[in-house]
């Protein structure tokens, strides 16, 4: 059984699904959960539609339902979980009518997808941003782990959680240390004073015994002027961050703003400095990561082109230029200096990495294979099992930004096949199935509201308006509407989401806007007529 | 699934036609109105694309309720079934029944194959080009089509009514002039023309063996009301069944091995070992599929037999569904066959009320059923894996053996299929015991034979004889060749059998006396060309029919029966290029390759009688014939 939670694989993930089409065709039952029904859903045995941002009564109802119906597989949550009583007392008010209620998914529907998944052999729960880029996006991603520990469908051949990873290396970055409170190899920074102290010595540098900021908290520093100096590397936070007038405006406030990256996007366009860096796919030596942990090597083909440099050399070059000589070294030094101070990766030389195809962290010495389930060892015993796995008590809490009789329409944002993301890296190659932005809605609301397909309307949250072309969509409910960031040249979405964000992972709620839908021409709410509401100049209309 | 549908929408008609067979959509996800809950939830997946199987009689349903499949009907059709709207094409335009473009709602199917040809249907075919135009033209809501073999030879020239304007459905009629087609298309003054025509309900008697006494096969025919299961039982029905029961499954595989008794489809392949094969699969579900998709030119045998004893068929079926250890049978049955289709469907529906088919088959504690599925004009669907393709509601393409039946046929499950005929044989076994029927005919060749007398004979019909009677026995019973005429050739087997000649007649009839003498009994067909008959253009005819019919899949067939066709026309037309000698050397080398290397049966014999004629008959010797 394969549930997608969040999920539009088929379209974000198109070669993980190819996977999954395989499980379909040798038997296994697909369960989509998303407010749309999206190409992926159409593949499903059962598609349940919630209402954007419910995910938590969603699960919850169906743990509820999972304890209710003795379905709980409790040998292995008394021996690998606690907190099992506080959540089964928790998620008592959840019941099934609550969660219809709430949802919107009639209650058989997701009787019926509890007592699936607790009763499959083999499950997989595997989620997308659906689920994260919610102002509760941790409490999303728990109320899902808690549905694995009730029936035990984790560290088992065919049964676990997966987080669907949007680049082939989004792992890497995180196990690397590119989040704020870690150090390579996740080793905190501020709790553990052990690893900190390994990192000072290998480093010749004192390290800062607290967590630093991530993204979100970076805007509201730069809003409260304590960043004043930004260096953005392969990120294009312009047009990626919610809220995209504020985003803009905070860039530009910037004392000093430098951009390594390999196109000119429009973060670059606005930065003092831009350093062209090379394709790592292509163009440098060095390891990614995938969403199953496997670290990869990536072996260089070809130099980059013109001035552009390898990125180990850019980070050197402005070291040495800092005063600080940091050699010449190769991407297998620096991996090498990595393994010496990452214990989960410590196993993993170069030579080893090519010869097994790559190496599932955690991987402690050259003769551990590496770990094929992360967390198998919750079926071990004794000092193997490691410390248990919490069953977290979460509460639905609805989106930020509030429906009401101004702003009626639930807008929620994703990507296409076709695209990726700002369109930075997608947008040079052209495509039959790319159609441009548009305002997706569903056939009831175009008629409610008078529209025809490829009519431009105006489209208004609290925050921005866009004008973008209407298309009709029978994927979408009444109440629902969708847009992609793929072109924030022309339809700038962002200037409309709203940055209400999780403070625990700092991700924004792009999943979930009030928005208005009106006609060009009708009269704009401020009073000006609609031609001048088109699309600001600070979202890079030029 | 994620369908890519196309804008053109079904009619009320075509919606209706649909859901006739699939019942109401459920929601607004399958083609239903769109209601809230749809916003919701939606149910597809699995349980959708398991009905894929119901792709042919839901075209069936739209094709005789509107006379075409449009492109609204096939999207439709391919929203309530989850098929892409190409794939449920591609099945649409495979079958020569079904039509993608609109045509009129009455079609008058002439067959013009080799045993009408010797019977004036080119005749009938320039009447009706006079009275309708040039094939396909409509004509006040009617048209008509060449036809290949209609299976009706012993009634020859044979037309298909599809959707009979005078009768609301699909009517065969035998022995079709020009007024009785004109009148079944509705058009023209019914009363005017009362006399006596073969419809397919009033010419049984007529098509049964009309000299010596009826063998076993053939006992009820005639005799028992095919409509009434009281009357078969009166006359025996259901006595082998529960000899069957007290035998148990192996017990009933015991007598089958022990009556020698090889299959009469085509392939001589003993019964009693497939049955044993498949009962022994561990794999469940097994099925049992009994081939009536009798379409070689000159065969009619099956039809008959459906038409005058259905409940024999199902009681035969029942039989190897018990020894099998298989819960569901499927009869397939050709398109073209209208009436065997009612009697097979209300053959079933009675024993179905009466308990012979179901949960409890007649109260022993085993279960069966039969679902009847009707072909839609494709000869290829014979071919035992294309049938399990068709069932699934495929293209009715061959598959690769090995895997075969016993292990991956019908829904990749194991599977044993056998003709009508040798089905009916095992209600005689069980009569008799397996030994004694082996004392019948010869002992590699047991039991009695049905075949299939048409061409110039005196007296076209089904004979049943014992194995071991020889081919001029066999002809003389039929009083030879009409009008005292001299005999010229015979087609042996069928198209994909082989041209004999007056000096062969002394061929004992057995299976291993037609392989001494390099022939094959085939399906039965035993169809006699006297000295008038051309038979460059016989062979033609048999050339046509297998371009036309080959599937196309393979390369060796596709592209091998076009050619070999081009070969023989410029031999018929004495245009050969690089003189005749290079043009037989061609079509060796294309029989060559057309037997190595297609997949399946129909390539490997297409070349085989055109072969039999050049060596045989010595068509080309003297080039440019015609």
Redo the contacts between chains.
Sequence with gaps: MIVLWGSNARETHPIFFHHVLKGIRNGARLYSVDPRRTSSAQWADLWLGLDVGSDVALANAVGREIIAAGLVNQAFVDHATTGFDEYRDAVQPYTLEYAERTTGVPAEAIRELAHAFARADRAQLCWTLGITEHHNAVDNVLALINLSLLTGHIGRYGSGLQPLRGQNNVQGGGDMGAIPNKLPGFQDVEKDAEARAKFEKAWGTPIRADYGWHLSEMFEAMERGELTTAYVVGENPAQSEADQHRAMKLLLGLEHLVVQDIFLTKTAEIADVVLPASATWCEAEGTVTSSERRVQRVRKAMDPPGNARDDIWIMGEIARRLGHDWGDPTAEQVWDECRSLSPMHAGMSYARLEELNGIQWPCFDENDPGAQFLHGRLWLDGDEQGPLAPISVVHHDPPVDELTDEYPIRLTTGRRLDSYNTGVQSGGFSSPMRRGETLDVSPEDAERHGLQPGERVRVTSRRGTVVAPVRIDTGLRPGLAFMTLHFPDDVATNLLTIDATDPKSGTAEFKATAIRIDKLDAPAANGQPAEDATVPAGAGAD | ???HLLPASATDEERAAVDGILGQPES??VGGS?T????????????AREQRHLLLPVLHAVQSRVGWISEGALGYVAQRLTIPPAEAYGVASFYALFSTEPRPKTVVHVCDDIACRVNGAEDLCASLEREFGPPGSDRDGATWLRSPCLGMCEAAPAALVQNGSLAGHDVSVGVARIADLVREAGLGDPSEDDAPYWRSETRLSASMQRGGSAGPLLTRVGKADPTSLDSYRSHGGYEALRTAVALGPEGVIREVKDANLLGRGGAAFPTGVKWEAVAKQPVRPHFFVCNADESEPGTFKDRVVMEADPFAVVEALTIAGYATGSEAGYLYIRGEYPLAHERLRNAIEQCRARGFLGANVMGEGFAFDIELRRGAGAYIAGEETALFNSIEGKRAEPRNKPPFPVTHGVFGKPTGINNVETLLNVLEILRIGGPAFARIGTPDSTGTRLFCLSGCVERPGLYEIEFGTTLRELLDQAGGVREGRALQAILLGGAAGAFVTPDDLDLRLTFEDARAAGVSLGSGVVMAFDDTVDLVDIVLRIAAFFRDESCGQCVPCRVGTVRQEEALRRLADGRSNGGTGADLALIDEIAQVMRDASICGLGQTAAGAVQSAIAKLRLFDGAGSR
């Design positions: 699934m994620d369908l607004g996800w769109r809230e809950l749809d916003g919701h939830i939606a149910r597809g997946g699995r349980a």
